[in-house]
Every structure is written in C-alpha cells, then in structure tokens.
RNA sequence: GGUCCCAUCGACUAGGGGUUAGGUCGCCACUCUUUCACAGUGAAAACACGGGUUCGAAUCCCGUUGGGACCGCCA
C-alpha cells in the first residue's frame, strides 16, 4: 500500500480528439484503480486547448465510453466539483493570469516570431544536422522593445525562460530517479498567440489548482517533465508525485498505432470485446498482483483491490490480441447467458434469425463456446438458419448417400414423426433407438446426421441443433436423403 | 542526430544474490467428448552481450548492443 498520509487526487486529462484510444484507456483504468485502491478522487479534465483540433461530440463519446467501461469521475465536466471548470477552455484566465506572474518573475518572457518563421529555423538545424530548439533570440528584449511590438499589434507567444547549465532532477514511482540537462531543454511555449496555454502551462497549473497529489500518465510526457517542474517551482508550487506508464506497444514493438490494428476502444467493443474483459486484458499490460498471484481473472472489485504502483512494470507491453481473444472468450463463456443475449441481440440482426424468438437464446448457448468475440455470431448461426442443406464437398455427399445411411433417415423420420416436439432428450433417446433398430453405430450414425442436418461435419451439438431446427426441418432434412 | 527510458520463453509476466528460472496466451502432442470447439494432461520454448563486485550473479555496478519514446504556437 501506498503511504496515504494526503488524501490521492488523480486525474485522467484527455484531449478530445474523437476516440478513446487503448492506451488512455490504460491510464484511465490505472487513475481510476489507483484512486479506488487509495481511498481518494479521480478527477476528468478536458484538455481542449487545441482551437484547431476540437471534434464535435468527442467529449461525450469519451465520456461515454469510459461509464460503460466502468471507469468513474468524482469530479469532471459531468459531476462537477469544487475545481472546475473542467475544461482547460474555460479557464483561460487562469493560465494568463499565472503566465503573466512567470513573465514577471523573470521565468518566462514574450517572443515574437511567426509560426513561419519557426518552421525555417527548425528545417534548417534539421539540414545543418543540429537539434531543433527555439534560438531564444527573443530572451534579451528588454521591456521596451516589448512594449513597443505589442502595443503595434504584433502577435506574441510566451516561452518558458529554461535556465542555463543546469540538472533537473526528480523521482518518478515508477520509472525511478531521472536527470535531465536543461540545456538541451527547449524554451517551450507556454501561451500560444491566440491566448491559449499550451499543454505544458495548463498541465501544471491546473494540477496544482486542483489539488493533484499523483500524476500517472503514459511515458511519452517524462521527456517535458523538466519543463513542467521549471513551472512549478517558478511558482513556488509543489510538484506532485509522477508515475510514468510504460507504452502499449503494437507486435514491432512500435508505440500502439492505427495501421497495425485497432487502437480505438469503440472499435472493440463494437467488435464484441466484453467490457469485463477489456478491462481485465488491459490492466494486466504493464500490471499485475506480483508473487504468489496466479489468478489472471480479476473483476473491477478485484483489480481495485490488487492494484499498486509498484507493480506497474517499466517496460512497453506488446498488445496481444490473441491473448485478448482467450480472454474475451472466458468472459463470453462463463457469462450469464440472460445478460449476454441482451448485449450479443444486436450481433443476430441481419442473420435471418427472428431476435424476438426465444430461441436465440438456445442457440447463443450452443455457440458461445466458439466466440472470440460477438461479432463472430453470424459465422456460427448460418446451421440454424439456412432453408436447405448445400453440400459442395462430395465427400460429405458420399457419406450421405449409402444404404447404412439410408436406413438410419428412413427410421429416424418415422421415429421423429411420432414425436409432438423435439427436446435435446428426446432426440437422444430417439437416436440411440434407431442406432439399436438399424444396428449402425459410430461414425456411420452421427456424421450422416450431422452432414445431412448442418451442411459440416463439425458444429456445436447435436442434440441442441435438433432441438433449435425442429421437427419440421429435420424431418426434411432427412427425407431429403431417405430414398 | 541529441536526450531520456527499457531489456527473462514468439507475446504478457513471476522471481531481484544460491530456484530443476514458475505461470498465462499462442504453438505441438495426448486424453475426454462417437465431430470441431471447450476442458484436462504433457512437451518444446527465455535470463541480449561483455566486463566487474561476490565463495556464488538472471538478480547489484559499469559498458556495449538492440529496441522504444521525445525533440511543434499537438496533446
């Protein structure tokens, strides 16, 4: 256990850009357990200080899905709080009045430069093989030349004022203690000249402002961690405590991207991926209980249970899909079938089965063994459905049109003629009478059967399928190759 | 290229000075099921390399190599 002396605020700080990709998720679940585990809050913050890439209804996609996932916010757009707004958008006061404090502190300073010209200078140190870095031309002009510049309505940013020759120095709970040479740290911009913080400036201000006591995001922010202590301590502010995660990685070990496979949470679960599941996969990348723990089923209770910082592994996980698929598999299985009708009813739409039948039910149980995922349905009900048996393999055809064959249809269309309905019993008792009558056992029984039945010689079953296709269609099916 | 991070079976990982280096996915075999799948059993499969420290190193230190991330008025 952590040492809980403060009370935990975390926040997962998204920006809203469509989707909700695996790894936030990732850093959303870990927030979320961390927070849970602790006995503290998980905040959402909007980071939607990009003008140019707001994306309509991107917050409530995300928002939707991290509920349906099970993930909550004590505070956020949607449950306020006492540190709202939640929305970097709405708080632009804020970011200007504390940038102005580190101008005039000496921390950070105007710069006028056009985006333009930025992109010269960054291509030609590309050319001339150097770093590309801000040449902090713009670090010595003294307060008049300011003034003057603004006052012509020259459009301005302010940059952080990274001290010289120095050693930033922090302890991350995961990774350990990392240094970094602010020399090679760059003046990074802090307002932007539409008047919108950048990242860096938000992050910390905000962070502070609302009481963050443990920062847990993905490792790709550890580079700008100095740039973010330089804020911090400008301000005379704390700095929380940072728990940088590892990546998600895809099968080149790549950082997780489109291309190479899904990285949008919707698309699994639009895929049929259970949520339980999901979680559950997700968590175990870069987690888990640690010594004597072999269990690898954990629900949110037990994850929320289990989860610690200490456990989160410093190296990139590999996204294993075929794990995931396992997995999935294990939840669909042992599912309670009522619950998981409601969520695979949408998988039969367009298979020619009547959702409203109760018998969907019947077959959901037949096949869920065979799932990865919901979205495989359709492939497995095409035996419950299709009005006549097709068989292009005239091997399957042969086993079907010999005398043993024969016999066995014609006593068993007589024997199922007798019956009212057919049950998954009665179709035993039934079987096992024609195998008495007939004499012929075995393969010889049952392929027949389930050729002239299924169209396949595997499938779930026998009994099930009977008791789905009805008298009617077996009694068809058969007769089909009773003479 | 610079800086930072990382390194146990193909993948996820346990172990963190003395272990036959353990588990899970996947792969293979067998058993069960008169099918396939499921389930069960078993097999193959790893400490990147080189130096130190130590009686002893997968484990600690240094280096090398390899991989990754970052280097935007994006987050």
């Given at each position: 256990m952590e040492n809980l002396t403060d009370d935990v605020r975390v926040r997962f700080a998204p920006?809203?850009?469509g989707f909700v990709h695996v790894g936030s998720l990732r850093t959303a679940l870990f927030n979320y357990l961390f927070a849970r585990h602790s006995n503290g809050k998980n905040l959402l913050r909007i980071e939607d200080t990009d003008q140019t890439r707001i994306v309509e209804g991107a917050v409530e996609n995300l928002i939707g899905n991290l509920e349906l996932l099970g993930i909550e916010f004590d505070e956020g757009p949607m449950q306020g709080g006492s540190c709202g707004p939640y929305y970097q958008s709405e708080r632009l006061d804020i970011y200007k009045k504390y940038c102005n404090e580190l101008v005039e502190k000496g921390a950070a300073y105007y710069a006028f430069e056009t985006a333009d010209e930025l992109d010269e200078m960054r291509k030609l140190q590309q050319l001339e093989g150097r770093q590309t870095m801000y040449n902090g031309r713009a670090r010595d002009l003294n307060e008049e030349e300011v003034r003057k510049n603004i006052e012509c309505g020259m459009p301005y940013v302010i940059r952080l004022k990274v001290p010289r020759d120095e050693e930033i120095k922090f302890d991350d709970l995961i990774k350990g203690t990392i240094k970094i040479e602010t020399?090679?740290?760059?003046?990074?911009?802090?307002?932007?000249?539409?008047?919108f913080p950048t990242y860096h400036l938000a992050n910390v201000v905000d962070d502070h402002s609302m009481n963050i006591t443990h920062i847990i995001r993905g490792e790709e922010w550890i580079t700008s961690v100095p740039k973010h202590i330089l804020i911090y301590r400008a301000l005379g502010w704390d700095v929380p405590k940072m728990a940088h995660v590892p990546l998600i990685l895809n099968r080149d070990k790549?950082?997780?991207?489109?291309r190479q496979g899904d990285v949008a949470v919707e698309d699994y679960l639009r895929k049929g991926y259970l949520k339980e599941a999901l979680i559950n996969f997700i968590a175990f990348l870069g987690w888990n209980p640690g010594e004597g723990e072999e269990e690898e089923f954990f629900s949110m209770e037990d994850l929320i249970k289990k989860f610690t910082l200490e456990k989160v592994q410093s190296s990139g996980a590999v996204f294993n899909i075929d794990k995931l698929n396992w997995m999935n598999n294990h939840y669909i299985k042992n599912y309670d079938v009522d619950k998981l009708l409601v969520l695979a009813l949408p998988y039969f739409?367009?298979?020619?089965?009547?959702?409203?039948?109760?018998?969907v039910k019947k077959i959901l149980s037949a096949i869920r063994v065979y799932l990865n995922k919901l979205d495989e349905i359709p492939l497995h009900v095409k035996i419950f459905v299709q009005p006549e048996i097709e068989l292009e393999d005239e091997k399957l055809k042969e086993l079907l049109i010999n005398e043993s064959s024969k016999k066995v249809f014609k006593a068993l269309i007589e024997n199922f003629s007798n019956e009212t309905e057919i049950t998954a019993d009665i179709y035993k008792t039934i079987v096992s009478k024609v195998q008495n009558e007939t004499g012929v056992k075995g393969k010889n029984l049952f392929k027949p059967i389930r050729i002239a039945l299924t169209?396949?010689?595997?499938?779930?079953e026998l009994p099930a399928i009977a008791e789905i296709l009805g008298k009617d269609k077996i009694i068809r099916f058969f007769k089909r190759w009773a003479d």
């Open positions: 920006s809203p850009t020399n090679i740290i760059d003046d990074q911009v802090l307002l932007k000249s539409d008047g790549s950082k997780l991207s489109k739409e367009n298979t020619g089965i009547d959702t409203s039948d109760d018998k169209g396949s010689e595997n499938g779930p």
